[in-house]
């Protein structure tokens, strides 16, 4: 096919809009470099009503809310989810994993949970503790700056709690505990685990004078119209464009990293979507950001005759070492909440409290930590709301089923008094769970799709047996009853499916040694010098932390020692 | 003028004269244009072409949805509020029934949907010689009596309680999803506010139970300052 260029020649060119790209985009615009933004998806702003769910009633959708066309519901704002039309992958057989993608500005950003944690200093060199895994080739002092800055530049509510592995940041105050979150508080602490305020990037308090204060909907997963949440489309890439440095191309799917004869990258391919047609564009610098797995696809796709096994895998690591966090959940039932008198409770779109890790390893069965996030039950309907409308009724002898009036009566008794407990935990890094290019499928656009091989090992289901065990506590902790049967050693204790907590990372993994990793230290390719990584690639270990804020703080890094080594012109 | 209005305006305005898309609006059912101009809700273009198709296109006999409808009113029947077709139950299942009609739902608007009205027809004949549509409704609350409740001490529950379950299951979940359902249950959010913690009225129905302790609350926003721009020392200590 023939490949049209007509671009201009960039400073740096920016894969993917999501946090490690928008965040790219800001710190190399703000510095005067001239970037071009390509993106696979549409323009998304949270703010077009054309485009925005915020505010919206479950009856404004003909199926409620239902989540046919998007897996977490109508409202929710992710465009895409574990399945894009006509963008298959496929799997190694009797393995799994589920690949989540959102094809728009901001990507995963808009649809986030906003919890917003710091690795710890533990965290980067947890092999020093239990021996498993890789240590990172940096420690928590050589991010700490830029988690502080971050916190400053976009807001974080927390609270300083000087807990070592859990570091405290520069926090917006938190809300105030939900009724039901006081019970989890009074169960947790009767359990001995710990348990304090959330840490969520969402504005209780203005922060500048361009975002918006959150006016308390509960609906941060539809993307805030007010920007008073962070996604890296409001708080990046919207603001960026107004400063005339960026060009911004969407719908725009990149297939490989171009290079000249000694193997530098000059730019880009991307395929319109609109139109089919491939197109390059040149720059001297290119950071990709498109995920982990794009991202890794993309360079095993860029073969080259200096990079005939991809760009950048000389190590023939690149989509090794992928990993997800660990997930299960457990729905408690708790009878003091029966006959709730009804108030607006939706508070931020998400828990007001959490329990971060509280054990010691030592004395465990399995290694690393799990964090314990609260859910809500007391919310607005969608699709699915009292579909077993008295369930509840065994728990007090009295039959389940029937119609009529008292269905209605049984629904309203029994709403907001059950809340959900979920674990989010660490998994060891494995050189067998892994993503590669499947050379027996394309998708619609003709790019080679990726297979993935993923397993779940001992340590991991060990741990969710363990969230388990401690989410049965808890309930009676809290004077609940954990609904459900505990999932059984058969079914691996309810582990979620690999990919399913969408923390995916580790597929071009940093590192001092370039035949034991992809990328060094400043996330550049150890093959290269003007190719970087600024998703979740790197990651050398995903602690039991949303990734995002690493993320972000590892992408600024990485900017400043761009526009440092444009300027010594070393690229 | 009401938000629909708006709407149909802004639509007619951007077709403009075109002769070919006014003939189509104006060939349609109006109930159906409604339904079009009422589901507003940040689609993307692949998304609305979904909802236009199904909103256009009909699954169910106009028997079938008025036994759904005597259904869902035995079900779940009017209160001082309204009944089930003001909470748009009816076409929530005529909606479902096409956007679940795929072989990834396992065609269950002809599997599931179509065949409870199969099931319960057939019952409501051997008992009375009548289908559903024909029997009183102190006929068909005999019917609901035996299918309406599992039965634990068996294995595999019967099709019939099975698909009884379901359309209950619909039919309530239809009810609290709509506006007056919601109204109903009590639902008080999606709305601005600033939340300032549980009302007092409400932790004293809990007290001996749970409560705020002070420690807590005292690093919590104090709202009265929540527009004041965010300002910290050196130590991450909040000072505005």
């Known amino acids: 096919m023939e490949i049209i260029n007509n671009s201009p020649k960039y400073d740096v060119i920016v894969v993917g809009s999501g946090a490690g790209g928008g965040m790219a985009t800001k710190i190399l615009s703000d510095a005067g470099l001239k970037i071009a933004l390509v993106e696979a998806g549409p323009y998304f702003d949270p703010a077009n009503p054309d485009q925005m769910t915020q505010m919206k009633w479950p009856w404004e959708s003909p199926r409620r809310g239902s989540g046919t066309t998007r897996a977490f519901g109508d409202f929710h704002m992710s465009y895409g989810h574990w399945k894009i039309e006509g963008e298959p992958y496929t799997i190694e057989k009797e393995t799994n994993f589920r690949w989540w993608r959102s094809r728009m500005l901001g990507g995963r950003t808009n649809h986030w949970g906003r919890i917003s944690l710091r690795f710890g200093p533990k965290d980067f060199k947890s092999k020093d503790y239990d021996g498993l895994g890789e240590n990172w080739p940096i420690s928590y002092d050589d991010i700490k700056p830029y988690y502080d800055k971050l916190d400053k530049l976009i807001g974080v509510f927390g609270t300083k709690e000087n807990i070592f592995n859990e570091p405290d940041g520069f926090f917006l105050p938190p809300p105030k505990p939900r009724l039901h979150e006081l019970f989890y508080i009074k169960g947790a602490r009767k359990s001995g685990v710990t348990v304090i305020p959330s840490r969520l990037s969402i504005l209780t308090k203005r922060i500048n004078n361009t975002r918006g204060v959150c006016f308390y909907c509960g609906q941060c997963d539809r993307s805030c119209s007010a920007y008073a949440d962070f996604s890296s489309s409001s708080c990046y890439v919207i603001p960026s464009l107004k400063g005339g440095m960026v060009d911004l191309y969407t719908n725009s799917m990149v297939v490989e990293v171009k290079t000249d004869k000694n193997g530098r990258a000059t730019g880009v391919s991307y395929i319109n979507k609109e139109n089919g047609r491939e197109y390059s564009i040149r720059g001297k610098v290119v950071v990709l950001a498109a995920s982990a797995c794009s991202s890794a696809r993309i360079l095993l796709n860029s073969k080259s005759k200096a990079h005939p096994d991809g760009l950048g895998n000389s190590s023939n690591l690149i989509g090794k070492y992928l990993h997800d966090s660990t997930g299960t959940g457990r729905s408690v039932f708790i009878p003091d909440l029966i006959n709730r008198k009804t108030y607006n409770e939706d508070g931020v779109g998400g828990m007001h409290v959490y329990s971060p890790w509280w054990l010691d390893n030592k004395k465990l069965d399995f290694p690393r930590g799990y964090h314990i996030e609260i859910g809500r039950s007391f919310t607005m309907p969608e699709y699915g709301f009292g579909y077993n409308p008295n369930e509840l009724n065994r728990f007090f002898g009295v039959k389940v089923g029937g119609y009529g009036d008292k269905l209605r009566e049984d629904v309203k008794k029994y709403y907001g008094s059950t809340i959900g407990l979920s674990g989010r935990g660490e998994a060891i890094p494995r050189k067998d769970n892994y993503c590669e290019i499947d050379p027996d499928t394309k998708d619609k656009w003709g790019i080679p799709v990726l297979k993935f091989r993923y397993k779940w090992s001992d340590y991991e289901i060990k741990q969710v047996k363990h969230m388990h065990d401690t989410f049965e506590e808890l309930a009676y902790n809290m004077g609940g009853i954990a609904l459900g049967n505990k999932p059984t050693k058969e079914q691996n204790y309810g582990i979620s499916a690999p990919g399913e907590i969408i923390h995916e990372v580790g597929t071009t993994r940093m590192g001092d040694d370039p035949y034991n990793s992809v990328v060094n230290k400043y996330e550049r390719l150890h093959d290269v010098d003007n190719v970087y990584v600024v998703d979740g690639g790197p990651f050398v270990s995903q602690a039991d932390k949303n990734p995002t804020w690493t993320i972000m703080a590892l992408s600024w890094r990485t900017s400043e020692y761009i526009i440092d080594q444009l300027k010594k012109q070393n690229i | ?240």
């Open chain 2, 1 to 240: 003028m009401d938000r629909r209005e708006t709407i149909k305006n802004i639509l007619l305005g951007s077709i403009g004269s075109s002769v070919l898309l006014e003939s189509c609006v104006s060939s349609l059912d109006n109930k159906v244009l409604d339904k079009i101009w009422e589901y507003q809700y940040g689609r993307t273009s692949e998304e609305k072409k979904r909802d236009d198709k199904f909103l256009n296109s009909r699954f169910f006999s106009e028997t079938e949805l008025q036994t759904i409808e005597k259904i869902a009113n035995i079900i779940l029947p009017p209160n001082e509020l309204g009944d089930i077709n003001d909470a748009g139950v009816v076409e929530l299942f005529e909606f479902i029934a096409k956007d679940w009609s795929t072989p990834a739902h396992n065609n269950y608007g002809e599997k599931v949907l179509r065949r409870g009205l199969i099931v319960f027809d057939e019952l409501c004949i051997q008992k009375f010689g009548l289908k559903l549509l024909d029997c009183s409704k102190s006929q068909v609350k005999v019917l609901f009596d035996e299918i309406s409740y599992e039965n634990k001490s068996l294995k595999d529950q019967k099709e019939s309680v099975k698909l009884f379950a379901t359309y209950r299951g619909m039919i309530v979940t239809g009810y609290f999803t709509s506006e007056i359902g919601i109204k109903d249950l009590g639902y008080k959010g999606n709305t601005p506010n600033v939340w300032n913690g549980v009302p007092s009225e409400v932790l004293e129905q809990y007290i001996g139970i749970v409560s705020y302790d002070k420690e807590w609350i005292d690093k919590c926003v104090d709202q009265s300052k929540r527009g004041d721009i965010a300002k910290w020392d050196d130590e991450g200590n909040l000072l505005t």
